[in-house]
């Protein structure tokens, strides 16, 4: 049974950096694609970051140049570094697992990122 379980999150300010983990059981986080999701409240789930096996990476525009995704093999742990905090990042963070980049088949329960100004 494949398993993902965030952390990392918590109250921050403007401008701060945050680093969330998922670690991922039962299966090899190298074999396929983990991704990065994000909702706030009242809003639909939103793509933030993936990586692909071969480590090539996609960010959503709103993330671009302040967060970055990347993995430990080792660790089977996926990580989205994020600098430049700002209150718009403020959501609920999901990490996913899947085949490739796009399509996922497996999703953590979520950590949740609050940035005041």
């Known amino acids: 049974q494949v398993q993902l379980v965030e952390s990392g999150g918590g109250l921050m300010q403007a401008g701060d950096s945050l680093r969330l983990s998922c670690v991922v059981s039962g299966h090899t986080v190298g074999s396929g694609a983990m991704g990065w999701f994000r909702q706030a409240p009242g809003k639909e789930r939103e793509f933030v970051a993936a990586?692909?096996?071969?480590?090539?990476?996609n960010y959503a525009d709103s993330v671009k140049g302040r967060f970055t995704i990347s993995r430990d093999n080792a660790k089977n742990t996926a990580y989205l570094q994020m600098n430049k905090l700002k209150p718009e990042d403020t959501a609920a963070y999901y990490c996913?697992?899947?085949?490739?980049?796009?399509?996922?088949?497996?999703w953590g329960q979520g950590t949740q990122v609050t940035v005041s100004s």
């Open positions: 990586i692909s096996w071969a480590g090539i990476t």
């Open positions: 996913a697992q899947g085949p490739r980049i796009g399509s996922y088949e497996f």
